[in-house]
């Protein structure tokens, strides 16, 4: 089976451990640019095997975004906390306020933003690259999406109950966008647990 994960802003991958060593693993403006990614998918779908496609937040945002037509190929496609705009979660003021954080006490606002997802263990705040942190704020004002190009087949739609990032508000945006698709509300924050989401794609924890 061939799992892709597509991660969001500030992913590494001692967040999703199984994940990183299971699966092609891909962070947003670090692996690759947005526009980018729907012919890397395009490689992918025609393996000969299943596929899963599982993005979360700014990387399900620009799966949303760029690939939908894509989605077809895959068996599942598993979009956890996904938003058509960031900004139907936060006013522009507040990413601008992290944009000028990173350069004033970068270590400070990834440290916020990642207590903020409800990491269970503290994430270290080395091996960021800041102009790839700083791009994928600039994105997140600018992006928005209007319309999307299937009804969610194919879809999981996830969004756990606790999550302070993407508020219930933006997500029902794109759940009424998908009617087709499953929807899970799991007691969870903005981050699932692990073993949550490897479940969810078919794999084990060793």
Not at 47 to 56: A, C, H, P, S
Not at 90 to 109: C, H
Not at 154 to 178: H, P
Request: aromatic share 10%; net charge negative.
């Amino acid at each position: 089976m061939s799992i892709v994960f597509v991660g969001g802003w500030a992913t590494v991958p001692g967040q999703f451990p199984w994940f990183a060593e299971n699966s092609e693993f891909i962070v947003p403006f670090a692996d690759f640019n947005p526009s980018d990614l729907h012919n890397r998918l395009m490689e992918i779908a025609g393996r000969k095997e299943d596929k899963v496609l599982l993005g979360w937040s700014t990387g399900a945002h620009i799966l949303i975004k760029e690939c939908v037509s894509v989605f077809s190929s895959f068996d599942k496609v598993i979009l956890v906390s996904p938003f058509l705009s960031f900004l139907d979660s936060f006013p522009e003021r507040v990413v601008e306020s992290m944009i000028k954080g990173l350069s004033d006490d970068f270590e400070s606002v990834i440290r916020q933003f990642h207590l903020n997802c409800g990491e269970s263990s503290t994430v270290s705040a080395s091996g960021y690259n800041l102009s790839e942190l700083r791009s994928g704020l600039n994105f997140l004002i600018d992006s928005k999406i209007k319309e999307i190009g299937c009804k969610g087949e194919n879809l999981i739609l996830i969004r756990g109950t606790k999550d302070r990032i993407v508020r219930k508000k933006a997500f029902e945006k794109v759940r009424n966008m998908l009617p087709e698709a499953e929807v899970l509300t799991p007691c969870t924050g903005h981050k699932p647990d692990e073993s949550f989401l490897v479940s969810m794609v078919g794999g084990q924890l060793k």
